[in-house]
């Protein structure tokens, strides 16, 4: 009888748990409350038989009974019934603790246990997909580190000085002579202006024992020596020859290099390979390769078979190849 | 009235600021700007006809007013130490190493000075000789000072560009951590798999980073929106399985590459190594370059810039083998990853040596001085290609966050309080 008067009040006053909605909805706040709604089947205050399903914040789901002899003891409303893992055993137990309860509960208490063990079930599929993953979402940085990095990096950039720099360190491997004696990224101009260059200053000789071991030049040296006997020339015999080659260099824009480029290149078969793209600048050099066969058939060939066993032998005598 | 000293004698302050008539004021203002213009006009036009006369005064002028760089007022942690993490100059270490050293050995033979001194002239030749800092506490040290420096003037030795990173000096500790990184005898061809974060979308870019390094590919990360989604690790033991020696996973924010993370994937019986996280910034495809040229697969060159501290040498070690140890000269490509105050600047250029035009200067070195015997040469640069700026984030002994275990599983992490000191750098 008292759950009449509870309920009327409830209703038709004032219960803090209500929410009501514009659609006509009366939602029930109550942590208790088997469905959600607020009802007279459904409302925790106002029935004094009442059986929830609910889970702890662990995630282990427990079934809360409520019985009418406890009514006068609001602190021991709720007997708390931990369920099994196993959904069926759980189905099952919820039948056994509710056989005389009314029908709605029961069933309202079993349709809140499917669901909470599916969430379960999901939120541990899902944790585990993310451990597989692995992936971690990375905060945004803050918008004051943002702009100081932006700021930062603008100023680098102009405090690098790039283009310099790169200038700089290629004219630099050049003068220390590690692209070897027969460099194949230079004209021959060039690098007789190098060498030149390079006599005058007095560092025309280069000390190969000057440092041996661990020093800075090791890896420069190293390289230097290395391509230096592998690029062994038979090109000091044939005098005429360059003289002629000097001309054609005159017709050639700076991009496309120099016939010394062409001549290395003939020697390995993989740069033809590489050559082998549709570019102008190609074409011209194929152009001018094919004359430069002509004019130097046999020399070619020599250095091609010499480039080669050397290059086996140093390839196991060499500890480090380092690029640059 | 229109007098200068109307009661408020302000002494020190300029003629302008002495009379309180407005007009006047700005008369005056006006008189003075000029007389200051004339001044400094008169002064450099008396400068620039002594110092051509006399080219050495120039030199002094310039030598004592060099500006105030950040880089010049660059701050080191000061101590002995070489891991990572440590913001040591890692020449500047070895030397007062090796300088306290000697000074022992001095102290401990002092009857054999003289062979010390030969043993120095070895050590000299790899010592760093662009920076000071000489602890001269004893007599016999400074002796031996200067006999060192004497043998070394002697010797006609070409000194070592200042800015390109001199590999050989890892410190120890690094090649302890790195074993796999650090001791690849002989060197290995690198073979790189290029991918993208879960859901990416940023083809073109990732190939274009692809392409970047010879010898690699890019594969999508995600078939389909509903495909099995690979983890980073799975895709590494794939990939390691199939001979890849580094993967490389770019990260996206609104449709452009934000992020790139480098992962070594050693040979066998070794676990893969580090895992480097960068981000990326400003990144340019080559057709918004003017004038840009484009890549062949030639082998580029490469260089590496300004990697001073041991964080940095590991840095420029893993991106030194992520290309191949022998580049392909005719090509003429050279790829330059150069480091500013912690930003890796990544370039790529066609390069041409050629012979300066009229109005071309010459080359000068880093100090300052002109580069001899390369009067008349310059080099002619094309760029191609992304260019894109770097920063390191993190560095992992594994793979990734989740793929390092152990107590040393972060190596790095790049935190936003290590730049409160505008002039502290961990590169």
């Not at chain 2, 007098?3 to 006047?24: D, M, P, Y």
Request: proline share 4%.
């Amino acid at each position: 009888m008292s759950d009449e008067i509870v309920w009327q009040i409830i209703n038709q006053q004032f219960c803090a748990f209500k929410l009501k909605t514009t659609k006509g909805n009366n939602f029930c706040r109550n942590e208790y409350n088997v469905s959600g709604f607020c009802n007279r089947q459904s409302c925790p205050l106002a029935n004094s038989r009442y059986a929830t399903v609910r889970t702890s914040p662990k995630g282990t789901i427990y079934l809360y009974i409520k019985t009418i002899e406890r009514a006068h003891m609001p602190s021991k409303w709720w007997e708390k019934i931990k369920l099994s893992q196993n959904y069926a055993e759980a189905l099952q137990q919820i039948e056994d603790r509710l056989q005389y309860f009314p029908k709605f509960l029961l069933h309202k208490c079993k349709q809140r246990l499917t669901r909470l063990v599916q969430v379960a079930t999901r939120m541990r599929k899902l944790a585990a997909e993310e451990d597989r993953l692995g992936e971690k979402l990375v905060p945004k940085m803050a918008p004051k580190v943002k702009h100081r990095e932006e700021a930062r990096e603008r100023k680098a950039l102009i405090a690098a000085k790039l283009e310099r720099t790169i200038e700089r360190e290629l004219l630099e491997r050049l003068r220390q002579g590690m692209y070897g004696d027969q460099p194949l990224n230079v004209s021959e101009s060039v690098w007789k202006k190098v060498l030149h260059g390079l006599e005058k200053e007095g560092e025309g000789t280069r000390d190969k024992d000057l440092d041996e071991g661990i020093e800075d030049e090791d890896e420069e040296e190293e390289e230097e020596e290395e391509l230096e006997e592998e690029i062994e020339d038979g090109n000091v015999e044939y005098v005429s020859d360059f003289e002629e080659t000097d001309d054609e260099l005159n017709d050639i824009e700076d991009w496309l290099g120099s016939d010394d480029e062409d001549d290395a290149e003939d020697d390995d078969e993989d740069d033809d390979d590489d050559d082998d793209e549709g570019d102008s600048e190609e074409d011209t050099k194929k152009k001018t390769k094919a004359g430069d066969k002509r004019k130097r058939g046999k020399v070619t060939k020599m250095k091609a078979r010499k480039k080669k066993e050397i290059e086996v032998e140093h390839e196991t005598d060499r500890e480090k190849l380092l690029a640059f | 009235m229109p007098s200068g000293n109307k009661g408020k004698n302000r002494s020190g302050g300029s003629l302008s600021l002495k009379t309180s008539n407005k007009i006047v004021r700005k008369q005056l203002y006006v008189k003075q700007k000029k007389e200051q213009g004339k001044e400094r006009h008169e002064e450099r036009h008396r400068r620039r006809k002594e110092e051509a006369k006399d080219p050495k005064l120039r030199e002094e002028r310039l030598a004592t007013n060099q500006p105030l760089t950040i880089e010049r007022k660059r701050v080191w942690d000061d101590v002995d130490d070489d891991s990572l993490g440590v913001a040591v100059d890692v020449a500047e270490l070895k030397r007062r190493r090796l300088e306290k050293e000697e000074a022992e050995a001095a102290r401990a033979a002092d009857g054999v000075a003289e062979e010390d001194d030969e043993k120095d002239d070895d050590a000299d030749s790899m010592l760093d000789s662009d920076e000071e800092g000489e602890d001269d506490d004893e007599d016999a040290e400074e002796r031996m000072e200067r006999l060192r420096q004497e043998r070394a003037q002697r010797k006609p030795s070409i000194a070592p560009s200042t800015t390109s990173t001199n590999l050989d000096m890892t410190p120890d500790s690094l090649t302890r951590q790195f074993p796999n990184l650090f001791n690849e005898e002989p060197p290995v061809d690198p073979k790189v798999l290029v991918t993208t974060h879960l859901n990416g979308t940023i083809h073109k870019e990732a190939e274009d980073i692809a392409a970047i390094f010879p010898n690699s590919t890019y594969i999508r990360r995600s078939a389909h929106a509903y495909g099995h989604k690979y983890s980073v690790r799975e895709i590494a033991k794939f990939a390691k399985n199939r001979g890849y020696t580094i993967l490389m996973i770019v990260g996206e924010d609104l449709k452009k590459p934000s992020s790139l993370t480098v992962i070594h994937l050693n040979g066998e019986d070794v676990p893969p190594g580090p895992s480097l996280t960068y981000t990326i910034r400003n990144y340019l495809p080559g057709k918004a370059l003017l004038g840009h040229g484009n890549p062949t697969n030639h082998y580029p060159e490469l260089l590496l810039n300004g990697f001073k501290t041991p964080l940095g040498i590991l840095a420029a070690k893993s991106m030194h083998t992520m290309f191949p140890p022998k580049p392909e000269l005719q090509g003429r490509q050279v790829v330059t990853l150069h480091n500013q105050r912690d930003y890796i600047f990544f370039r790529r250029h066609r390069y041409v040596f050629r012979e300066a035009r009229a109005t071309e200067k010459n080359v000068v070195t880093a100090e300052g001085k002109e580069m001899e015997g390369m009067q008349g040469i310059r080099a002619g640069l094309q760029e191609i290609g992304p260019r894109f700026t770097l920063k390191l984030r993190r560095v992992d002994k594994g793979i990734g966050r989740a793929g390092s275990e152990g107590e040393d599983a972060l190596k790095w992490e790049w935190k936003a309080k290590m730049e409160k000191v505008r002039t502290r750098f961990n590169l």
